[in-house]
């Protein structure tokens, strides 16, 4: 049972566009939020994070919105460049035994077209 | 530091070969994580450990899987007997109660 959802395997934006990812949830105990981008042959490496009582965090090209009511969350980069091209995952984590455990979803490519 | 390390990086094998995987994480993490990514799946937690102590295993998809972490610095990942549907890329990951670091993965091909 995916309790991280990303519909959208893949993704393609002209340069200079806005790439917009989307990830659905639905455990209600998850209450930080975070993506994940990954390069070919390489292992996923953070990006940004939100914490659940926020909704909104930008971080330079990339701006992550949390909708807890819809248990949705989406990633914005703006404007999009081809070396965003990638795999990004979005995750989830809740406290477990004193630790943030974190759920992955399935990850979505985004290809940015020069 | 080199960061997360992993090895081999890609491991091909027949069905029924017993396979090991390896890790070293950062030093100076005190927790690692092992995943498999699948097209289906993306990134499953297998088990994770705090001080080289297991602590949640119930990703662990059956008893052909084991995973050992002897001391802070190695852990293995094993997989007896192996069957087509483990081939898979396997990441280990570490983390200081923060944002875990990824190694760059091993690519498990059982044929």
């Given at each position: 049972?995916?309790?991280?959802?990303?519909?959208?395997?893949?993704?393609?934006?002209?340069?200079?566009?806005?790439?917009?990812?989307?990830?659905?949830?639905?455990?209600?105990?998850?209450?930080?939020?975070?993506?994940?981008?990954?390069?070919?042959?390489?292992?996923?490496?953070?990006?940004?994070?939100?914490?659940?009582?926020?909704?909104?965090?930008?971080?330079?090209?990339?701006?992550?919105?949390?909708?807890?009511?819809?248990?949705?969350?989406?990633?914005?980069?703006?404007?999009?460049?081809?070396?965003?091209?990638?795999?990004?995952?979005?995750?989830?984590?809740?406290?477990?035994?004193?630790?943030?455990?974190?759920?992955?979803?399935?990850?979505?490519?985004?290809?940015?077209?020069? | 530091?080199?960061?997360?390390?992993?090895?081999?990086?890609?491991?091909?094998?027949?069905?029924?070969?017993?396979?090991?995987?390896?890790?070293?994480?950062?030093?100076?993490?005190?927790?690692?994580?092992?995943?498999?990514?699948?097209?289906?799946?993306?990134?499953?937690?297998?088990?994770?450990?705090?001080?080289?102590?297991?602590?949640?295993?119930?990703?662990?998809?059956?008893?052909?899987?084991?995973?050992?972490?002897?001391?802070?610095?190695?852990?293995?990942?094993?997989?007896?007997?192996?069957?087509?549907?483990?081939?898979?890329?396997?990441?280990?990951?570490?983390?200081?109660?923060?944002?875990?670091?990824?190694?760059?993965?091993?690519r498990l091909t059982v044929l």
């Amino acid at each position: 049972d995916q309790q991280v959802k990303q519909n959208s395997p893949s993704l393609s934006v002209q340069e200079g566009r806005i790439s917009i990812l989307n990830c659905d949830y639905t455990n209600s105990m998850f209450d930080y939020f975070l993506w994940y981008k990954k390069y070919p042959a390489e292992g996923p490496t953070f990006l940004i994070s939100i914490s659940s009582i926020k909704d909104k965090n930008e971080d330079g090209r990339f701006t992550v919105f949390l909708n807890k009511s819809a248990k949705h969350l989406s990633l914005h980069i703006v404007p999009s460049q081809p070396g965003d091209s990638a795999v990004y995952f979005c995750a989830a984590s809740e406290n477990s035994g004193g630790y943030q455990k974190v759920t992955f979803g399935t990850g979505t490519k985004l290809q940015v077209i020069p | 530091d080199a960061g997360v390390i992993q090895s081999p990086r890609h491991e091909v094998t027949e069905m029924g070969q017993e396979v090991t995987l390896r890790c070293k994480p950062i030093s100076g993490h005190d927790y690692l994580f092992w995943y498999r990514q699948t097209m289906m799946r993306g990134l499953e937690l297998l088990i994770y450990f705090n001080n080289n102590v297991p602590i949640d295993d119930s990703g662990m998809p059956e008893d052909r899987f084991s995973a050992k972490m002897p001391n802070a610095s190695f852990s293995t990942l094993k997989i007896q007997p192996s069957e087509p549907r483990d081939s898979a890329v396997y990441f280990c990951a570490s983390s200081s109660r923060g944002e875990q670091f990824f190694g760059p993965g091993t690519r498990l091909t059982v044929l």
